[in-house]
């Protein structure tokens, strides 16, 4: 007999993208922001860890909620922070959903939702995103059991975004909450930050592993009103945020001309690689995010993703099933881009 | 109509011990360690912090997994790695215990596991220490949907142990998974590592925050079999750690030298404080942690906390329902401890 619960077994289990732990990679494959994050964030970990790491750290991360809320413009108690925000993906699965009870998501959009719902024992509806990649209004549609719906926007692969009149419509016609998850939207011109205060059923995550280039130190948060963020506290591990972690997050957010400055040269590359892969033949999506989804018409995807790895040159392959396949290519600085680029004219 | 788990919502929700945010407390409530983390941990998280954070951790945190395994005697992937051991405690209830299953933990004990078997809607039993704080058969007793038992040892808030043998002799009868919860282990004399390979259903947990001296880090890890680990791995966050904790708690765990000196110093003032509460007329019990259980026969446990607090002498109150209540004072530095029996004498 197995002593484990019987979906934690017949799970596959999310499998992150490559980590290669060497540096000789031109890494474009897990969105992760190409420039060194503020100084300032730097500083303020270094002071931390010389300050003394022997006691614990505040339990709700104050400092980064109080800093956070003068930027975002919400009170301080509106926000709850997390481990990176897989943690806040994690919390919110665990306070809305039941065993057995169902979580949607569209279609094709962030794998681990799924996986999120399976650890706890839920099942997952995908709505598929019309071929324009808006959402249809089958996405609000009630269904007994439905108790959470995650909606990435911008979306992956896609890097499409909904306008935010779109998600507050799909969240009032929906039986229950809306997690928007703004992982990349600093690289899109809208957020749906001011429909948290208009409608109590949607969440708005946010993490600072992309847009502020602090994938290695694991921050993230989520935006609710303070009844839901209550609910979601007694649910989040004691002290889920450490207190190097904290105090750059909290530095971090505070610099937004570092912020600004950064989001302008990403979205300058992000227009030079969509030009190029369009120029060799590829189908790009208009992307308002860091990375882009592109599918060629004659090369397989596959290959493709094989030959830049043999030159060390790392993009995602992803493959949806019953969707279909393509490559989601992180923007990196222009020079990795441009070897992206070339690398791809000597192979389609 | 809520949108909440009505489990989340009906719960308290646990309530960590205080953190004061200002310097100015003697601070014997959390049994943080009173001296400062080894000085290689601290250069491990600024070299960290200085060659950048742009990059995702490494998911399984393998560099740390591959030092603890030589510092502890166990191959590498007998290790997971966890955001503290609440991480741990928190991966394991779901890997193993379903909703409506039972968790079965001791009496008085740790007051989070009870609150992780809430949040999974599950249910928990508390089997009683007896007397003399050892743990009788029913520890070990069959329950139909019993699916995992949490044991501390040393136990909080008594700090005391259960020899290993005992251990063992319990996990061969219970029919679920029994996780020693070794947070406080490095200041007793035996541990359980060596059980896990003698038995497939022991998993040990252990955490830098106290006897490393890193609680602000968050970063704790257990030792189980390979298959216990592969389920374990499906359930964690993808990067549940961070890049600068990873680094300094795999020096932390290399400087063992660190460790016992550190060790030496805490058990000497254990021992004071041990002594200067008896001959308080304080009764204590024989402490193999960094904290003191301790009761007065004369003086009500409440009123001590509260006027020891008035001089922001910080030591955690617990009452713990239908037990009983009492004091359990952290072990600080000889002058802090000092410090608190003075005043301590002042008001008995």
Known sequence: MSFFRPEIEAMAGY??????????FIKLNTNENPYPCSPAAVRAALETARSGLRKYPHPMAEPFRRRAAEVLGVPADWILCGNGSDDILTIATRTFVGQGQWLRLPYPSYVLYKSLAEIQGARSEEVRFQPDWSLGDDFAAARPGLRLAFLPNPNSPSGTVLPPGRILELAERLPCPLLVDEAY?????????????RCDKILVSRTLSKSYALAGLRFGFVVAQPRVIEQLAKVKDSYNC?????????????????????????????????????????????SHANFVWSTHPAQPARPLYERLKQTRILVRYMNYAGWG????????????????????????
């Open 15 to 24: 499998t992150p993208g490559e980590q290669p732990q060497t540096a000789d």
């Open 185 to 197: 939207v600093d690289f899109a011109d809208v957020n749906c930050v001011d429909l948290v205060a």
């Open 242 to 286: 450490d207190a190097l972690s904290i105090a750059a997050a909290t530095a971090a957010i505070a610099d937004q001309a570092w912020r600004a400055e950064n989001r302008a040269k990403i979205l300058a590359t992000r227009s030079r690689l969509v030009a190029g892969l369009r120029k060799l033949g590829f189908n790009v999506v208009d």
């Open 325 to 348: 396949d393509g490559l989601r290519i992180s923007v990196g600085t222009d020079a990795e881009i441009d070897a992206c680029l070339a690398r791809l004219a000597e192979i389609v």
